[in-house]
């Protein structure tokens, strides 16, 4: 696969999860807001933490949208993050995604330096893994 012709995906999972999973996911943001509210005897604070809580979801709640080429991978809700294939050295196989790590062996530090490609209906897992696998250093299986 060469950079000429870009895997493009995107990921919205509020569309995409049961709406079971999404109704609880709202209802236990309204109700720790409302505990706040309660709790801090204020409406203000109620709504503040509703704000912060929904937005710490932004991920669930909007779309993300994902681009591997033979460049690197991009991927961002409002502007895209661009990273090059060369800052990985580690790709791990999950069952929804692949994970880049800029470390050969996994650390503590993975989550917070990693990238996670999360598949969506329209991703091409086996493409994206391969182009993955040609790229990086080491591939680790699940």
Known sequence: MGSSQPLSWVVHPLRQEPPLKTAALVAAIAGVSALAALSLEG?????VSAVVLALSMARYFLPTRYTADGAGVSLGLFTPRQR?????????QRPDGLFLSPFARPTRLDSYRGV??????????PALEALAQSRVGSHVSP
């Open 84 to 92: 090059p294939w060369q800052s990985f050295a580690r790709v791990e």
């Open 116 to 125: 996670y490609l999360r598949f969506g209906p329209e991703a091409d897992g």
């Open 43 to 47: 409406v203000v604070y109620g709504l």
